[in-house]
């Protein structure tokens, strides 16, 4: 009985500095208390972890990142990587407590999008020039080189001199995708073919073809 008595004198009084014997409304601001009519001020009705004192509120711009937001740069302004509703805006990562930056490919920092970095912007090495994985590479370590996914692909990338589309030796590119002597490999993906010194055309490991296989004519047979 006295407790309930306590409970309705509580409320007789938070009644008493209301108009009209309107209760204060829920607060919504970060503190989550109750707000008093002056709306800068809260009540005495709030959570026992929030202080008494002015409402924040959550307001983007205000340089306070909450649980909604996923950013807050202390302004309201596009173009920045925190965007006037406080969201990461594409290209940019914004960590607690620090300003916003853009993701650059070839800074051999992985960061979504991207899914390499290889410390540079050029492609044809494995990660492109956006930074994402080009056919037949894989890029396993941020900042370094990428390699050859698997020999036998049908893809001639990395250190691989050729790539038949199979592992079997003896037909001019080995099982770990070198060149085999008296071959060349033009196409990747393709069947290597032997090579003729003296049909003119220096194929695979030939330093030359004059066309004929006389010796002391400047290309040895």
Same mark, same amino acid.
């Given at each position: 009985?006295?407790?309930?008595?306590?409970?309705?004198?509580?409320?007789?009084?938070?009644? *008493?500095?209301?108009?009209?014997?309107?209760?204060?409304?829920?607060?919504?601001?970060?503190?989550?208390?109750?707000?008093?009519?002056?709306?800068?001020?809260?009540?005495?009705?709030?959570?026992?972890?929030?202080?008494?004192?002015?409402? *924040?509120?959550?307001?983007?711009?205000?340089?306070?990142?909450?649980?909604?937001?996923?950013?807050?740069?202390?302004?309201?302004?596009?173009?920045?990587?925190?965007?006037?509703?406080?969201?990461?805006?594409?290209?940019?990562?914004?960590?607690?407590?620090?300003?916003?930056?853009?993701? #650059?490919?070839?800074?051999?920092?992985?960061?979504?999008?991207?899914?390499?970095?290889?410390?540079?912007?050029?492609?044809?090495?494995?990660?492109?020039?956006?930074?994402?994985?080009?056919?037949?590479?894989?890029?396993?370590?941020?900042?370094?080189? $990428?390699?050859?996914?698997?020999?036998?692909?049908?893809?001639?990338?990395?250190?691989? =001199?050729?790539?038949?589309?199979?592992?079997?030796?003896?037909?001019?590119?080995?099982?770990?995708?070198?060149?085999?002597?008296?071959?060349? $490999?033009?196409?990747?993906? *393709? *069947? $290597?073919?032997?090579? #003729?010194?003296?049909?003119? #055309?220096?194929?695979?490991?030939? =330093?030359?073809?004059?066309?004929?296989?006389?010796?002391?004519?400047?290309?040895?047979?």
């Amino acid at each position: 009985m006295a407790s309930r008595s306590l409970v309705v004198v509580l409320v007789a009084l938070a009644l *008493a500095g209301c108009p009209s014997g309107i209760a204060p409304t829920p607060d919504g601001g970060r503190d989550g208390g109750i707000d008093a009519f002056d709306p800068n001020v809260d009540a005495f009705f709030m959570r026992s972890d929030a202080p008494l004192g002015p409402d *924040a509120g959550e307001v983007c711009g205000d340089g306070r990142r909450t649980l909604t937001e996923a950013c807050d740069d202390a302004n309201t302004m596009p173009g920045d990587g925190c965007s006037p509703s406080c969201e990461v805006e594409p290209g940019y990562r914004c960590l607690p407590a620090m300003p916003c930056r853009p993701i #650059t490919c070839g800074d051999r920092l992985v960061e979504a999008p991207e899914r390499c970095d290889d410390g540079n912007a050029s492609a044809g090495d494995g990660c492109s020039d956006e930074c994402g994985i080009e056919d037949g590479w894989v890029c396993e370590i941020a900042g370094v080189a $990428c390699r050859a996914a698997r020999c036998g692909d049908g893809l001639a990338r990395g250190l691989e =001199q050729c790539d038949d589309a199979n592992v079997m030796p003896g037909d001019g590119c080995d099982d770990r995708c070198r060149r085999e002597s008296g071959f060349a $490999c033009p196409t990747e993906g *393709a *069947a $290597c073919h032997a090579t #003729t010194c003296g049909d003119g #055309t220096p194929e695979g490991s030939e =330093q030359c073809d004059d066309g004929n296989v006389r010796a002391y004519d400047g290309c040895d047979p």
